[in-house]
């Protein structure tokens, strides 16, 4: 059974810096696809940035050159690093993977494993 659990989430002021964490099962700790989407309350789920087997990298048009998806493959664990942090970044923030060594294009439907989301409060 595939598990995934993030944290790090929490309250920030605008400019600030927050770490996400997504701690994965020994089942996607290697040559899987990790993820992280996010969702605003009223908004639809939005791709935020993902990563391949191989360390190929793809960000949401929003947040490049703010945010670093990495992975350590030892310890199965994906990191997201949040800087300049905006109001508009505030959203609950899910880890998902999916099963095959190259990613899909990020959208939720085809990522079928997500954890249960880690919130995240950007104040002006």
């Known amino acids: 059974q595939v598990r995934l659990v993030e944290s790090g989430g929490g309250s920030v002021q605008a400019g600030g810096s927050l770490r996400l964490t997504c701690e994965a099962s020994e089942y996607t700790r290697n040559h899987v696809c990790m993820s992280w989407f996010r969702q605003a309350p009223g908004k639809e789920r939005e791709g935020v940035a993902s990563?391949?087997?191989?360390?190929?990298?793809t960000y949401a048009d929003s947040v490049k050159g703010r945010f670093t998806i990495s992975k350590d493959n030892i310890k199965g664990t994906l990191y997201l690093q949040m800087n300049m942090l905006k109001p508009e970044d505030s959203a609950m923030y899910y880890c998902?993977?999916?099963?095959?060594?190259?990613?899909?294009?990020?959208?939720?439907?085809?990522?079928?494993?997500r954890g249960q989301g880690t919130r995240v409060t950007v104040s002006s």
């Open positions: 990563s391949d087997s191989d360390g190929s990298i």
């Open positions: 998902a993977t999916v099963s095959t060594s190259t990613c899909p294009d990020l959208e939720w439907n085809r990522f079928p494993f």
